[in-house]
């Protein structure tokens, strides 16, 4: 079956630190990958996604590479804001009209 | 990029009343969109998959008759939440698949209270 883990949180970082949030999947096929923020009170929002092997997307400094030989779409940013303070979902779907989250993962990014 | 708003973002309510949140995708078509239940610090529950002009596809466990969901237009789909009781207070957010059916975008929320 499909599924979507994430690292638990929550994560909180001193403002430049370097920032990793773990996302490892269980898909059947080929699965498009995607991460979502979540500002608070807010919807999600697309942050960044790869729809094929060794793709990378990127969004606002963040990054993420779509690892097969690891399923793995772990994201990360080289130098965090206050403003990145958010929920992350790390998400996959293989047809379109399935989507699989995962739990989330809070970060807080203290000055 | 796309957007998907709702309408109302925030709603308040007595017990036993039915409450109705739309939907819109503003500058693309869809036909496809799904409907989530957040609760607070956790992920994002799937309620239904909606298709433009059929029946509403419900997840195991949700009621169809308890949360109606109408699509019928391209870019508007109704969540309405009939006789709500205060256990039916959450976030509700929408989401709405783009042309290429490959990613969702999702509405800002709407957040329903209960009295």
């Known amino acids: 079956g499909n599924s979507v883990t994430q690292m638990e949180g929550p994560v909180t970082l001193s403002e430049e630190a370097f920032l990793t949030i773990n996302c490892t999947y269980t898909?059947?096929?080929?699965?498009?990958l995607f991460w979502y923020v979540q500002y608070p009170g807010e919807g999600l929002q697309l942050l960044l996604k790869a729809t094929k092997a060794d793709d990378k997307g990127s969004n606002k400094g963040f990054e993420a590479t779509y690892r097969k030989e690891t399923t793995s779409f772990h994201l990360e940013k080289g130098s965090v804001q206050v403003s990145d303070s958010a929920v992350y979902f790390c998400?996959?779907?293989?047809?379109?009209?399935?989507?699989?989250f995962g739990t989330g993962t809070s970060l807080t990014v203290i000055p | 990029g796309a957007v998907v708003s709702q309408h109302p973002s925030w709603v308040i309510c007595k017990s036993g009343t039915s409450v109705k949140i739309e939907c819109r995708s503003l500058?693309?078509?869809?036909?496809?969109m799904f409907w989530y239940r957040q609760f607070p610090k956790q992920s994002l529950m799937l309620m239904a998959t909606?298709?433009?002009?059929?029946?509403?596809?419900?997840e195991q466990g949700v009621e169809k008759d308890k949360f109606l969901i109408n699509h019928a237009s391209l870019t508007l789909s109704t969540l309405t939440v009939t006789s709500a009781h205060p256990e039916d207070s959450s976030f509700y957010i929408c989401?709405?698949?783009?042309?290429?059916?490959?990613?969702?975008?999702f509405g800002p929320g709407t957040r329903l209270l209960v009295l």
């Open positions: 998400a996959l779907t293989n047809t379109g009209n399935q989507f699989y």
């Open positions: 989401s709405a698949l783009n042309t290429g059916g490959e990613t969702q975008y």
């Open positions: 909606s298709n433009e002009g059929s029946k509403a596809t419900y």
């Open positions: 500058d693309f078509q869809a036909t496809t």
């Open positions: 898909a059947t096929g080929y699965p498009s």
